[in-house]
């Protein structure tokens, strides 16, 4: 069984819904089905984390692991 699916309306300038419009028919798809896909695509490319946004680069660096493991690094902190 398919998902409900709620009806939303919003207004478009004249312009960009004719654009939808000329995008559904070159796609043969439905206006509400690219509406859909367009704001799912928004979603997901929303901002990310610090975290997430470097972590591909985690590892990629040679060095020490932690510099507080290693009393030379902290001599004076806090002084």
Same mark, same amino acid.
């Given at each position: 069984? #398919?998902? =409900?699916?709620?009806?939303? @309306?919003?207004?478009l300038p +004249?312009?960009?819904?004719? +654009?939808?419009?000329? $995008?559904?028919?070159?796609?043969? @798809?439905?206006? @509400?089905? $690219?509406?859909?896909? #367009?704001?799912?695509?928004?979603?997901?490319?929303?901002?990310?984390?610090? %975290? #997430? #946004?470097?972590?591909?680069?985690?590892? %990629?660096?040679?060095? =020490?692991?932690? $510099?507080?493991?290693?009393?030379?690094?902290?001599?004076?902190?806090?002084?």
């Amino acid at each position: 069984m #398919a998902n =409900p699916m709620r009806t939303v @309306s919003f207004k478009l300038p +004249e312009q960009l819904d004719n +654009e939808l419009t000329a $995008l559904a028919k070159q796609r043969r @798809s439905s206006r @509400s089905a $690219l509406v859909r896909e #367009a704001l799912q695509t928004l979603s997901a490319s929303r901002r990310r984390s610090v %975290t #997430a #946004a470097v972590d591909q680069l985690i590892g %990629t660096v040679d060095g =020490p692991q932690d $510099l507080s493991t290693n009393l030379r690094h902290t001599r004076g902190y806090g002084k």
